[in-house]
């Protein structure tokens, strides 16, 4: 089975593809001569160094701004797979733009994902993905099985990043269709270092003792709920009682935890 058309999701910073991009189309361009990159933001200013790693064509969405790019690009890869331009195979990062980007891709296609692989290959009519399994000491390859494009993501330094030589990537503009609530949905910056606070000290100990209090109560709770669920050992007794009526039982001591 020959690859006529191989993607790459690809990214770049500080006008440089990622070293995840440049590993990508390296592989890439072993499975296929057509090989493109895509970039949900300005592909012109990486259409230079993305070339030298083999892609002879990068579709732009352009600047988006705050937007997610997972929501962006999937919509933009879908619109441009329905007008005509479908690949084989799609490459993905296994970062948080390539994974949220597959996955939504994935229910727009109806197409099947394989995850955390480490290689990929053209093994006669099948396209067949390798995953480390059990701690990597087992190698697992999958196939595709149906038509592209198929779908698959890989972790980093899975292959060794080697330019070409290639002249600058074609830039290709794609439109952003529209995405409704999601693709309004914006980026918010995320503080992850805590403000001072001069009651910090006091706060930190008021849950200290929180959760002292909570553990004692839990530690209660646990004693008397192994108290109430004690099994009972239950031993028959001889008697007189009359044929056909119960036998009275007697309860022996509860048997403890």
């Known amino acids: 089975m020959a690859l006529n058309n191989v993607w790459v999701f690809a990214q770049g910073n500080n006008g440089s593809p990622t070293s995840f991009t440049v590993e990508l189309l390296t592989k890439a361009r072993s499975l296929s001569d057509n090989v493109s990159a895509f970039v949900a933001g300005d592909g012109a200013a990486l259409a230079e160094s993305l070339g030298k790693y083999g892609a002879k064509k990068v579709y732009s969405t352009g600047d988006i701004g705050a937007r997610l790019v997972g929501v962006t690009a999937a919509s933009a890869m879908k619109a441009l797979i329905d007008a005509g331009d479908k690949p084989d195979l799609i490459l ?5 733009d390539g994974r949220d980007t597959i996955a939504r891709l994935s229910v727009k ?3 099947t ?12 009519s099948e396209v067949v993905a ?3 399994i059990f701690g990597g000491n087992v190698l697992f390859a999958t196939a595709f099985t149906g038509s592209g494009p198929h779908l698959a993501s890989f972790r980093p330094k899975s292959f060794a990043a080697e330019e070409c030589g290639g002249a600058a990537a074609q830039v290709v503009a794609v439109s952003i269709p529209d995405a409704g609530a999601t693709g309004a949905a914006k980026v918010t910056a995320v503080h992850s270092k805590r403000p001072a606070d001069r009651n910090s000290t006091k706060q930190t100990s008021l849950c200290r003792a929180v959760a002292a209090s909570e ?3 839990t530690t209660s709770w646990l004693k008397n709920w192994r108290n109430c669920c004690t099994v009972r050992r239950v031993r028959h007794v001889q008697s007189s009682t ?16």
């Open 109 to 111: 296609l109806g197409a």
């Open 242 to 257: 009359p044929d056909g009526c119960r036998t009275p039982t007697k309860l022996a001591r509860p048997a403890r935890w």
């Open 130 to 132: 390798t995953t480390p």
């Open 92 to 96: 993905f990062p296994q970062n948080y």
């Open 113 to 124: 994902v394989l995850t955390n692989n480490i290689d990929i290959a053209v093994n006669g």
């Open 215 to 217: 553990s004692q109560r």
